[in-house]
C-alpha cells in the first residue's frame, strides 16, 4: 500500500490537455488546442501568455529548451533554443578590471535572448495555425491588462529595492514597466504592459525574426549597450537555434528522457540511475518501519544529488565549447560506483558550488488530439532575471550570462560566442517506447532533484500525477553564492520526525513553509490507455505551489 500524499487537481480531458504554472496562459494554449492546434502550436500560445502575466520568471527577452514529441513519426526531438554570449565576450578582458566572478544582474549578465527564435522554429516544423492566432492573447493580455497577484506583488515589491541597489540609473527602466505608480500593486489591480504588446505585435505582423532582424533589433542593440551589455546587433542577427537529439536513461523499466547539454538533462538522469540501485519500496509502505524508510530515502536522493551536480559544475557547458563526457556520466556502471561513495548514516560535505544558486523558470507541457506533446521551459533566471528592461520595447532581459565563469582553466569560461552552463531540463517519460508522462519543474539547482522525486513517486510509488508533483519536497543547495550545496530545505509536510531524522544524519536542515514556491512548480500530463490518438484519455495536474490550473478538453 503506498503512502498517501496530499492531491492536487486532477483534471482529465479525451482531446488534449494544457499544464503551466498560471490559469491564464493554460486557458490560452487550451484555446489554440480547440481551435485545431498542434501541441507546438498551443506550447508557443501557453509560453507568450507566461512571458506577460509571469514575467518575472519567463519572457521574450530569455532562453527555452524543448522536448517535442512527433507522433506521426514516432520521434522526440530536442530543440535549444538558448542565447549566447556577445562575440566580443572576454572573460581576460573582464578579470584584467579586477572582476573576480560574472555579476548576477546588469548588462554584463545578458546573453542573446533565445526562446522567441526557438517559438518560430518549432512553429516551422510542427506548428499549424497562424503565428498572429498564436500570439493574440498575450497582446490582448499585455494590452488590456491582467489582473496582479500575489506572486507579481510579492516579486515587485523584492526585486524594487535590489534592483535600486544593485543597478542604480540602469534600473529606471524595470521601475518605469513594473513599479510606475511608486507603490506596491495591490491584489486584483490590471497590469497593463504595453510596450511589451506593441513588441508581440510587431512579431506577430512581420516574423518571428523581427526580435534578431527587424527593427525591434536595432532597438534592443541600442538599450542592451546602454545598459553595459556587450551584445550588439550582429549578436542578434546572428543567433540561431540548435535541433538536438535528447538523451535519456531508462529507470525500472522507464524510459526517462531530458534535452542534452548545455541543459542540465544529464543530471537528472544521472541522479536517477544512483537511486536506482538502492531499493525504494518501504520508502513507500505503511508499517512500523516507514518513517525510518522515508528518512533513508531522502538521505540517499540528498546525497546522490550532491554527487550529481559536482559532475554538472566540472563539466557543463556549451558543448560545442567542450563536450561533456556524457557516455561516462550516465553509465550505470559509473552510477554504481557513485552510489557506493554515499554514507547510509551520514551527510558528506560536498564541494563548492562553481555557478550561482536560486532561479526563476517556467515549465509548460501540452499534449494535443493527435498524440504530439511538448515538454517545454523558459526562463529568465533570479527574478525579473538581470533587472535590465528597454522601456520602448518592454523586453525585460534574462541574466543566463552570470552563469559563465572567469577562470580560464574552467569548461564554463565565459568566450566569445558561447552557450552558457543552463538549470534548464526539460522532461519526459516512455512506456513501450510511447509518452507515458510529460512533466518538468522550475526551480534551479532543485530541478534534477524535483524531477527524480516526481519520478520515483510516480515509479516506485505508484502515485497519480496530481499525488506526484503535489507531495512534500526537499533540495539541497548552497545557503549562499559559490558555497557548498550542503543546505537542505524541506517542507514540514513531511512531518518533524523525517525533518529531525535528516538533522540526526548530518544536513543543515532548513524547513519551508508548507506548499512553498521555493521548492519549485512541478505539473505533468499523464498519457492514459494510449491517449487521445489510441482511445484513451489524458489527466493533467498543474503544482499546488504556483497559480496554474490544468486546462483538458
Not at 260 to 273: C, D, K, M, T
Request: aromatic letters at 6%; proline letters at 7%.
Amino acid at each position: 500500500m503506498t503512502r498517501p500524499l496530499v492531491p492536487a487537481f486532477l483534471a482529465r480531458g479525451a482531446h488534449g490537455a494544457v499544464v503551466a504554472p498560471h490559469h491564464l496562459a493554460t486557458a490560452a494554449g487550451l484555446g489554440i488546442l480547440r481551435a485545431g492546434g498542434t501541441a507546438v502550436d498551443g506550447a508557443i500560445a501557453t509560453n507568450a501568455v507566461l512571458a506577460v502575466v509571469d514575467n518575472q520568471a519567463c519572457g521574450i527577452g530569455g532562453d527555452a529548451f524543448w522536448l517535442i514529441w512527433d507522433a506521426a513519426e514516432r520521434h522526440q526531438v530536442g530543440l535549444n533554443g538558448s542565447g549566447r554570449s556577445a562575440r566580443t565576450a572576454s572573460a581576460a578582458a573582464l578579470r584584467a578590471q579586477g572582476i573576480r566572478t560574472m555579476p548576477l544582474r546588469g548588462g554584463l549578465s545578458i546573453t542573446v535572448p533565445g526562446a522567441v527564435r526557438s517559438w518560430g522554429d518549432a512553429h516551422d516544423r510542427f506548428g499549424r495555425l497562424p503565428r498572429a492566432t498564436l500570439l493574440a492573447p498575450a497582446i490582448e493580455l499585455a494590452r488590456d491588462g491582467f489582473p496582479a497577484d500575489d506572486a507579481f506583488c510579492h516579486a515587485v515589491e523584492v526585486s524594487a529595492p535590489l534592483f535600486e541597489r544593485e543597478l542604480g540609473p540602469n534600473s529606471a527602466g524595470w521601475t518605469s514597466v513594473y513599479r510606475s505608480a511608486s507603490r506596491p500593486w495591490q491584489p486584483g489591480e490590471r497590469v497593463r504592459l504595453p510596450a511589451l504588446a506593441g513588441t508581440l505585435e510587431r512579431i506577430a505582423a512581420n516574423g518571428w525574426a523581427e526580435l534578431y532582424e527587424g527593427d525591434t533589433a536595432d532597438r534592443q542593440a541600442t538599450a542592451l549597450a546602454a545598459a553595459g551589455s556587450a551584445i550588439r546587433v550582429d549578436d542578434l542577427r546572428s543567433h540561431r537555434s540548435t535541433w538536438t537529439e535528447p538523451i535519456g536513461t531508462d529507470y525500472r523499466g522507464v524510459r526517462v528522457t531530458g534535452h542534452p547539454p548545455n541543459s542540465s538533462g544529464f543530471v537528472a538522469l544521472e541522479l536517477l540511475n544512483i537511486l536506482e540501485t538502492f531499493d525504494p519500496r518501504t520508502a513507500f509502505e505503511r508499517g512500523p518501519t516507514a518513517l525510518s524508510e522515508l528518512t533513508r530515502w531522502a538521505h540517499l536522493g540528498i546525497e546522490a544529488s550532491k554527487l550529481a551536480l559536482a559532475d554538472r559544475d566540472a563539466h557543463l557547458t556549451d558543448p560545442e565549447h567542450h563536450p561533456a563526457p556524457l557516455e561516462r556520466l550516465l553509465d550505470k556502471s559509473y552510477a554504481r560506483d557513485l552510489a557506493r561513495r554515499i554514507d547510509p548514516r551520514r551527510a558528506a560535505q560536498p564541494p563548492s558550488a562553481q555557478v550561482p544558486r536560486g532561479g526563476g523558470t517556467i515549465w509548460l507541457g501540452v499534449v494535443d488530439g493527435d498524440g504530439n506533446a511538448v515538454s517545454l521551459i523558459q526562463s529568465n533566471y533570479a527574478g525579473f532575471g538581470s533587472g535590465i528592461v528597454d522601456r520602448l520595447t518592454g523586453i525585460a532581459y534574462q541574466n543566463r550570462g552570470s552563469y559563465f565563469g572567469l577562470d580560464e582553466d574552467h569548461p564554463n569560461v565565459l568566450a566569445p560566442a558561447k552557450r552558457t552552463l543552463h538549470t534548464l531540463m526539460p522532461g519526459m517519460l516512455f512506456r513501450n517506447d510511447q509518452p507515458w508522462v510529460i512533466l518538468g519543474s522550475m526551480g534551479g539547482d532543485a530541478q534534477p532533484q524535483i524531477h527524480a522525486q516526481v519520478v520515483s513517486a510516480l515509479v516506485d510509488g505508484g502515485a497519480d500525477v496530481a499525488s506526484a508533483v503535489a507531495g512534500p519536497r526537499w533540495f539541497v543547495e548552497p545557503a549562499q553564492h559559490y558555497a557548498p550545496p550542503d543546505t537542505v530545505r524541506i517542507e514540514p509536510r513531511f512531518g518533524s520526525a523525517l525533518v529531525a531524522g535528516l538533522a540526526d544524519l548530518g544536513h543543515a536542515v532548513a524547513p519551508t513553509e508548507p506548499f512553498d514556491g521555493a521548492l519549485g512548480h512541478c505539473h505533468a500530463i499523464e498519457v492514459v490507455a494510449g491517449g487521445p490518438a489510441g482511445g484513451g484519455s489524458l489527466a493533467a495536474a498543474t503544482d499546488p505551489r504556483s497559480q496554474g490550473l490544468p486546462a483538458t478538453w
